[in-house]
């Protein structure tokens, strides 16, 4: 809807009204502004993805116990729909078959006993939470899992798919397409657009079992030193200072930081001379 409601423009031959007829929209959704978070829900909203980042495995209902024992009256209800914000759902062991996604758009699991053995092979997209002062916005990055190389990443402020095409477009245009991109099997990832964004081309597209923890364990691993190291020691007050931080950020974990699990080299220094 928002893409559509960004087609109406001002113009001399066409009023808005008449515009918004056209599209079938209603004309008083262009001037409609959601109303943010009470500074209180922000607040357990940053709670939240704090234990999350311990405790991945709790559900809403254990969140909502750990939260009254910091000494929040919540209820089930409000936890539920501030994760759902959020996009923070619990990993537990084993399928979930019973709360898939559109079928026709769901894709198998590729990495499962796969040997990663080179730059371009594989790269994982998710997207996470990130809490300012005031408000919070989404974090899309793509890594390259062989070499842990950020290949890509934006910040956005809705979880819309265009944001996930938009940084694969750039990722693309910079490295070339790798030879499989795993996701989760959220809506963006779920859909037509993602989909077609890579029919014809040499790209597999590979997708997380429901619930599985083992299977995104780069894309958390990337979380948690993104929020661990620069996001909670660092608050934001607003999108600008949070971007140029993370332009900060990404470039350090890239070119300067060493990494154990690529025997202590940088992500850019492995990725550089391999490609």
Same mark, same amino acid.
């Given at each position: ?13 066409? #009023? ?24 209180? +829900?922000?607040?357990?909203? !940053?709670?939240?993805?704090? &234990? &999350? ?17 910091? @000494? ?23 399928? *979930?078959?019973?709360?898939? $996604? ?26 996470? /939470? ?5 408000? =919070?916005? /989404? ?21 819309? %798919? ?8 750039? %990722?693309? #245009?910079?490295?070339? /397409? ?18 077609? =964004? =890579?029919?014809?081309?040499?790209? !597999? ?5 429901? $619930? ?17 190291? /620069? ?8 999108? +600008?200072?949070?971007?140029? @931080?993370?332009?900060?950020? =990404?470039? *350090?974990?890239?070119? !300067?930081?060493? &990494? ?7 992500? %850019?220094?492995?990725?550089?001379? %391999?490609?």
């Amino acid at each position: 809807m928002s893409e559509i409601r960004s087609f109406i423009k001002p113009t001399k031959q066409l #009023s808005m009204r008449k515009q918004c007829e056209l599209l079938e929209i209603c004309r008083s959704s262009l001037f409609y502004k959601p109303k943010g978070e009470s500074e209180e +829900n922000l607040l357990i909203m !940053r709670k939240i993805d704090e &234990h &999350h980042l311990d405790q991945p495995t709790y559900g809403v209902l254990q969140m909502e116990d750990y939260l009254r024992s910091e @000494g929040y009256q919540i209820n089930e209800k409000r936890v539920r729909r501030l994760m759902r914000k959020m996009a923070i759902y619990p990993i537990y062991p084993g399928p *979930n078959l019973s709360k898939l $996604g559109k079928a026709e758009y769901i894709r198998p699991y590729l990495l499962r006993h796969l040997n990663i053995e080179r730059v371009n092979q594989v790269w994982e997209i998710d997207i996470t /939470y990130i809490p300012m002062q005031k408000g =919070f916005l /989404y974090l899309t990055a793509i890594i390259d899992v062989y070499s842990r190389f950020v290949v890509g990443w934006e910040l956005s402020n809705s979880l819309e %798919a265009e944001t996930c095409i938009n940084v694969m477009k750039t %990722a693309v #245009s910079k490295y070339g /397409y790798p030879e499989i991109i795993n996701s989760d099997q959220g809506s963006q990832f779920t859909s037509a657009k993602w989909i077609d =964004f =890579f029919e014809g081309t040499s790209t !597999r597209i590979s997708m997380d079992g429901k $619930g599985r923890a083992l299977d995104n364990i780069y894309k958390e691993r990337l979380w948690r030193t993104v929020k661990r190291d /620069y996001v909670y020691l660092h608050p934001s007050l607003d999108g +600008n200072e949070l971007f140029k @931080g993370l332009k900060n950020f =990404f470039e *350090n974990y890239n070119y !300067r930081k060493t &990494h154990q699990g690529i025997n202590r080299k940088t992500p %850019a220094s492995l990725y550089e001379m %391999a490609s």
